[in-house]
T-cell receptor, first 114, second 113 residues
């Protein structure tokens, strides 16, 4: 199993551009999430999904859209990039079995907005 | 919503000494507390977790304790080694449908050889 795969690994955008960060998992996990990681602020939840066709907002959703058309894929879209969105983005997935389950993270996408 | 505070933000210890990282949470409904280790430029990876029906859990040199009454939990690393140097994140998970995870702000641990 590849686990959670994120592409691209690095990206530089200009203010106002849009782009999609890709996330795919091959573990048949129901739950998927997007986080951003900024220095001194830990990991903050952007959007999450409990299954195909179901998404919801996390702590910092503004400026981002998500969709979940399949169990495997959970892309994150930046609608109009702003310098404040410069960050490292992590996608994570977890099993929705009985009891809490740990999250599996991708390698991250390092995004710079100029 | 849940709020997780983590201390200290940086910690330096001599190789072989112990390291302790402490976290507090605000929502008494949180019932799962994982700890993640993140090496520089890498993904966070689970190192140990504890559920609310357990007070302590150990895995070799790593242990976690949970005090539900006081709403705090701690990570203990004994006999530290240089490869323990990393950023450690605690988290609190609220059950009920989606497992909403709230992370602490991280502790940068440096083990000095």
């Amino acid at each position: 199993n590849a686990g959670v795969t994120q592409t691209p690994k690095f990206q530089v955008l200009k203010t106002g551009q849009s782009m999609t960060l890709q996330c795919a998992q091959d573990m048949n996990h129901e739950y998927m999430s997007w986080y951003r990681q900024d220095p001194g602020m830990g990991l903050r939840l952007i959007h999450y999904s409990v299954g195909a066709g179901i998404t919801d907002q996390g702590e910092v959703p503004n400026g981002y859209n998500v969709s979940r058309s399949t169990t495997e894929d959970f892309p994150l879209r930046l609608l109009s990039a702003a310098p404040s969105q410069t960050s490292v983005y992590f996608c994570a997935s977890s099993y929705a079995g009985v009891g809490n389950q740990p999250q599996h993270f991708g390698d991250g996408t390092r995004l710079s907005i100029l | 919503g849940e709020n997780v505070e983590q201390h200290p933000s940086t910690l330096s210890v001599q190789e072989g000494d112990s390291a302790v990282i402490k976290c507090t949470y605000s929502d008494s409904a949180s019932n799962y507390f994982p700890w993640y280790k993140q090496e520089l430029g890498k993904r966070p990876q689970l190192i140990i977790d504890i559920r609310s029906n357990v007070g302590e859990k150990k895995d070799q040199r790593i242990a976690v304790t949970l005090n539900k009454t006081a709403k705090h939990f701690s990570l203990h690393i004994t006999e530290t080694q240089p490869e323990d140097s990393a950023v450690y994140f605690c988290a609190a998970v609220l059950s009920g449908g989606y497992q909403k995870v709230t992370f602490g702000t991280g502790t940068k641990l440096q083990v000095i050889p």
